[in-house]
T-cell receptor, first 115, second 114 residues
Framework: DSGVTQTPKHLITATGQRVTLRCSPR?????VYWYQQSLDQGLQFLIQ???????AKGNILERFSAQQFPDLHSELNLSSLELGDSALYFC??????????????FGNGTRLTVT | GENVEQHPSTLSVQEGDSAVIKCTYS??????FPWYKQELGKGPQLIID?????GEKKDQRIAVTLNKTAKHFSLHITETQPEDSAVYFC?????????????FGQGTELSVKP
C-alpha cells in the first residue's frame, strides 16, 4: 500500500458530463501529481501541485482543471467529457517539490469510462 | 520534444533466467531515471532509480545501468521469479527545483513462466 488514496475507484459517465476525482496524498507529502494512463498514450503527466500552488503543467486539456486544498488533498475536475477521455487517472505524491530527492508514490487510480 | 522509447513491449522468460529492458531518452539534460513496476489493478511502484552522476546501481536482483553518451539506460532483473511478472515502465526527467514531470516509456509486459 503506497499510502496514496484515490476515490472513486471506478466512474462511468456520459459524454458532455463533468466529474471530480479525489486524491489524498501520503501523510506528510506536500506534492501531488496527476497522470493519465491510456492504451494509446501511455502514462501522461497532467499537472503538479505543491503545498497548494500549481508547480508544473503537462499535457492537460483546457477542459480539465485541478486544485490542492489546505489539507493537501487534491481534486481533478474533468468537464465536457468525450469518449477519448476514458482512461485510468493516477494521483501520485512526494514529500518535497521535486521527486528528484523524494520519489513519487502512486495511488491505485480511478478508472473513468465515458459512454 | 521530450521522448522516452522503451523496448521490448513484451518479454517472456523462464523462471531463473535474466530479463533486460532498454530505454532511450531524447533530452540530453535529463538527469533522473526511475523504473516502475505496475501490477494488475494497481498504480506504478518505484523499484529502483538512478541519477546521471552514477553509471550503475544495484538492489538485490535488480540493477540499472546508464549510458549518458548514448542516452540510454537499462533494467536488469536476474534470477527471475513468477512474482516479477508485471508491466515495467522506465521514465526520465530533468531536475526542476520548482517542480517537474516524468516522461514515461510505453511499458514492457514481463511474463515469467514457472
Amino acid at each position: 500500500d503506497s499510502g496514496v488514496t484515490q476515490t472513486p475507484k471506478h466512474l462511468i459517465t456520459a459524454t458532455g458530463q463533468r466529474v471530480t476525482l479525489r486524491c489524498s496524498p501520503r501523510s506528510g507529502d506536500l506534492s501531488v501529481y496527476w497522470y493519465q494512463q491510456s492504451l494509446d498514450q501511455g502514462l501522461q503527466f497532467l499537472i503538479q501541485y505543491y503545498n497548494g500552488e500549481e508547480r508544473a503543467k503537462g499535457n492537460i486539456l483546457e477542459r480539465f482543471s485541478a486544485q490542492q486544498f489546505p489539507d493537501l488533498h487534491s481534486e481533478l475536475n474533468l468537464s465536457s467529457l468525450e469518449l477519448g477521455d476514458s482512461a485510468l487517472y493516477f494521483c501520485a505524491s512526494s514529500a518535497t517539490v521535486s521527486f528528484y530527492n523524494s520519489p513519487l508514490h502512486f495511488g491505485n487510480g480511478t478508472r473513468l469510462t465515458v459512454t | 520534444g521530450e521522448n522516452v522509447e522503451q523496448h521490448p513491449s513484451t518479454l517472456s522468460v523462464q523462471e531463473g533466467d535474466s530479463a533486460v529492458i532498454k530505454c532511450t531518452y531524447s533530452d540530453s539534460a535529463s538527469n533522473y531515471f526511475p523504473w516502475y513496476k505496475q501490477e494488475l489493478g494497481k498504480g506504478p511502484q518505484l523499484i529502483i532509480d538512478i541519477r546521471s552522476n552514477v553509471g550503475e546501481k544495484k538492489d538485490q536482483r535488480i540493477a540499472v545501468t546508464l549510458n549518458k553518451t548514448a542516452k540510454h539506460f537499462s533494467l536488469h532483473i536476474t534470477e527471475t521469479q513468477p512474482e516479477d511478472s508485471a508491466v515495467y515502465f522506465c521514465a526520465a526527467s530533468k531536475e526542476y527545483n520548482q517542480g517537474g514531470k516524468l516522461i514515461f516509456g510505453q511499458g514492457t509486459e514481463l511474463s515469467v513462466k514457472p
